[in-house]
């Protein structure tokens, strides 16, 4: 399966800011997802970037507040823009297995915004 | 709408204490339901792909099965490093995407 490298691990961020998280994949997928989970609570698909075209936002996401680039079939960044502390989550991203492996998760980013 | 509904929210064994999780689920056709293990701070860790009625896969101490409307995972005589919580997923035939449950945390006592 693939082996995806995450960035940041974690940040503590001031509230107006931006940060913008890595998504790094040692093989070519087509597809990447980015999660949100809020503390406590389950994952949550924001977006699915495709390389090559704009990426698809899911209800209640919208492309001004988290922004996604794909440059190429193994990288992806998510930026959450202007943040407030109700952003404060562990942001994922995601790749779509082969075979009988699922989906595949980054290590995660622990956003906290003060 | 798709839909993932999981039970307990919460289940406290003793070791040794077998017991079952249950993922019911609401999917215009399914292809796939995914079972994941989650550690504090980490990324899900996928355990199993379930893909038709009646299948039935092992993984060491855990076993998981799938009907048309649900899915178990049976955890037999567990240790307290089985604790961790514990995900369902489903991914519908026309879709790309997957659909998480939300998850149920499972505490192992020694």
């Known amino acids: 399966s693939a082996v995806i490298s995450q960035k940041p691990s974690r940040d503590i961020c001031q509230r107006g800011t931006s940060l913008t998280i890595q998504c790094q994949v040692d093989s070519q997928v087509t597809m990447m997802f980015w999660y949100r989970q809020q503390p406590g609570q389950s994952l949550t698909l924001i977006a699915t970037a495709n390389q090559g075209s704009e990426a698809t936002y899911e209800s209640g996401f919208v492309i001004d507040k988290f922004p996604i680039s794909r440059p190429n079939l193994t990288f992806s960044t998510l930026t959450v823009s202007n943040m407030s502390p109700e952003d404060s989550s562990i942001y994922l991203c995601?790749?779509?297995?082969?075979?009988?492996?699922?989906?595949?998760f980054g290590s995660g980013t622990r956003l906290t915004v003060v | 709408e798709d839909q993932v509904t999981q039970s307990p929210e919460a289940l406290r064994l003793q070791e040794g204490e077998s017991s079952s999780l249950n993922c019911s689920y609401t999917v215009s056709g399914l292809r796939g339901l995914f079972w994941y293990r989650q550690d504090p701070g980490k990324g899900p860790e996928f355990l199993f792909t379930?893909?038709?009625a009646g299948e039935e896969k092992e993984k060491e101490r855990l076993k998981a099965t799938l009907t048309k409307k649900e899915s178990f995972l049976h955890i037999t005589a567990p240790k307290p490093e089985d604790s961790a919580t514990y995900l369902c997923a489903v991914q519908a035939s026309s879709a790309s995407k997957i659909i998480f449950g939300s998850g149920t945390r499972l505490s192992i006592r020694p």
């Open positions: 379930l893909y038709s």
């Open positions: 995601s790749v779509n297995g082969q075979d009988n492996y699922g989906y595949t």
